[in-house]
């Protein structure tokens, strides 16, 4: 059995035929993962007494003849933004890194539910702030098929934990590209699914209209198992959607004749040129299995990167907020008058990225400005959404890169923040207009870089999706 | 300049958060040039176009209330557990009003 490239299907086969156990299972991809992590840091720890508790009790489940679920034995990576109760929880920061959770998160109850097995905590940007993983206080995370390079963020230990074979697959957190970005770079499947699918019930907030948990997995059918079993309403977070979820396995057949693909031509101008070729090989793949690709404008485009960095830090300074030294663990020793612990607390716990976008995002929601930055973005924020609800009156899904470039080195773009958000251009328009949106494996550069194409389709139409991107992934491997 | 050290200062204050002298150097510069950037926002004419503060789907409601049920609470040893400084069931503070 090679641990690294078991997928749900195979794991299940095998746990049905009797060939592995759960437990076997759980403790050799610990063994592995452990021995794999010094090369890349994905993992910020292990959880190996939940991980095999789980498999024990699939284990018992299959004894009993009973079915142990769609996720059964599969070994899973979380993104260490997501409560594991009584697992530490660090969100990549120095102000939590002894905050133990109280309870679970929604989608951690849930794959456990469905026999997933949490292996442990994936390294991350601090507070999910960031592209490039080099924000988290426990250390910067390698990309596993360029150990100078980032793996992209801020999921980038997810990522590369499922591209290194140390997960079979990984939850994640998307806030403007945080799943589809390291996917592309670590050349594996990363989905944020519609806003509200996916309840973020046990989520650490950094922007509430924007963040969303979802799936990542080394094929389209694995992504796809696992929003199945992490999706739908919850009632513990309002913003979980009501909408019934349909069978996306059902919609993994191939059949793409006929569909009709959007190709935005503001995503295809600032291109490095090998990513630029790899898309247009990619098109061309998607047209062979008869699609009907056709260029579309997305006018709006160029106003997404300012649009969403003023949402999106005026929100996380209203979400950072709680973490003052009185609840959480970290207070800073420094601390005379209330108000001085406070602002010690904050300006010691806090790394640079998070510090920035607090104060910018304090600044735009301030006397004065509030209207000037925070509803004018809001109203190109609803502009940007109806680019998209336009082209999907026209087309069925959407075309694109998702990122101009592949994996920059560590180091490259941690001194220069602006250039650092410009990366995300092409996967934050479609967060803002809070669309099911992901990445697939398009194929690598000369020098063996992944390029990722995104995926985006209709609210709530994931099986859309799901269907270009399973076609497009077989015409690939065949 | 979109921004000053003064206003950086400001802001930080409203934020609470303590700022070495470097960090307000290099703050005010980040904040500067992302807010030049941010600018270009003003190109596009916005009239009469509601702010979106939530993803609308078209039909049904984005937001929905649980129904109103008593569920066990975490207990207070259980919310205390990661307190810097929990006493007598309560979180500790540095004192606020002197006797």
């Known amino acids: 059995m090679d641990i690294r490239s078991l997928s749900i299907g195979k794991i299940r086969d095998g746990l049905l035929a009797r060939r592995f156990s759960a437990v076997d299972l759980a403790q050799e991809t610990l063994r592995f993962a452990e021995a794999q992590n ?16 789980a498999a024990a009790r699939v284990d018992a489940k299959i004894a009993r003849g009973e079915d142990p679920g769609p996720l059964a034995g599969v070994p ?76 992209g963020g801020s999921s ?13 697959v990984a939850l994640g957190s998307d806030t403007g590209g945080s799943i589809r970005q390291p996917a592309s770079f670590c050349g594996v499947v990363g989905v944020t699914p519609t806003y509200g699918r996916v309840s973020r019930y046990g989520l650490t907030a950094f922007a509430s209209s924007l963040d969303h948990i979802g799936p990542m997995a080394r094929t389209v059918r694995d992504a796809a198992v696992l929003l199945q079993t992490i999706a739908g309403r919850d009632p513990l977070d309002a913003t979980s959607a009501e909408a019934p979820v349909p069978d996306y396995t059902q919609s993994l057949d191939g059949n793409v004749k006929g569909l009709k693909l959007g190709l935005p031509r503001e995503y295809l101008k600032d291109l490095t040129s090998e990513t630029g070729d790899l898309i247009a090989a990619g098109v061309e793949t998607l047209r062979k299995l008869g699609c009907e690709v056709r260029e579309i404008g997305m006018p709006t485009t160029d106003y997404a990167i300012a649009c969403y960095y003023i949402i999106a830090t005026a929100e996380a300074s209203s979400n950072l907020a709680r973490y003052d030294g009185v609840r959480y663990t970290f207070r800073s020793q420094a601390s005379g008058t209330l108000s001085d612990m406070y602002r010690h607390t904050r300006g010691e716990g806090f790394g640079a990225e998070c510090k920035r976008r607090i104060m910018l995002g304090t600044y735009v929601l301030s006397a004065g400005y509030y209207d000037a930055y925070y509803l004018k973005a809001q109203k190109v924020r609803a502009l940007i959404a109806r680019d998209f609800a336009r082209a999907f009156s026209e087309v069925d899904a959407i075309v694109a890169p998702v990122s101009p470039f592949p994996a920059f080195k560590l180091g490259e773009k941690i001194d220069d923040p602006l250039a650092m958000y410009l990366s995300d251009i092409y996967t934050i328009t479609g967060s803002l207009a809070g669309i099911p949106c992901m990445s697939v494996p398009c194929g690598k550069t000369a020098e063996g870089l992944p390029v990722g194409m995104q995926i985006l389709a209709k609210h709530f139409d994931e099986p859309t999706m799901f269907r270009v991107a399973d076609a497009f992934e077989r015409a690939r491997s065949n | 300049m979109k921004i000053t050290e003064k206003e950086v200062r400001y802001v930080a204050d409203l934020a609470n958060l303590s700022l070495s002298e470097p960090e307000v150097h290099k703050f005010q510069a980040d904040l500067d040039e992302i807010l030049g950037h941010v600018e270009r926002l003003n190109e596009i004419d916005t009239t009469g176009v509601e702010p979106m503060a939530q993803v609308l789907y078209a039909g ?30 309560y979180f500790k503070v540095p004192k606020v009003i002197e006797r």
């Open chain 1, 38 to 53: 010094p090369a890349t840091n994905a993992y910020l720890q292990f959880s190996p007494e939940r991980a095999l508790s």
């Open chain 2, 60 to 89: 049904g409601d984005t937001a929905r209330l649980r129904a109103d049920r008593e569920r066990p609470p975490l207990g207070t040893e259980t919310a205390l557990a990661n307190a810097p400084q929990p006493g007598n069931g």
């Open chain 1, 76 to 151: 899973v990576a979380v993104k260490d933004v997501i409560l594991t109760k009584g697992v530490r929880t660090t969100c990549g920061s120095k102000l939590l890194a002894e905050y133990v959770p109280p309870y679970d998160a929604t989608a951690i109850a849930r794959l456990e539910e469905a026999g997933g097995v949490v292996l442990g905590k994936t390294n991350c940007d601090e507070f999910a702030m960031g592209s490039s993983t080099e924000n988290s206080a426990f250390g910067p995370v390698r990309n596993p098929l360029a150990p100078d390079r980032v793996p």
């Open chain 1, 156 to 168: 980038g230990g997810s990522a590369a934990a499922v591209a290194q074979g140390t997960a079979a």
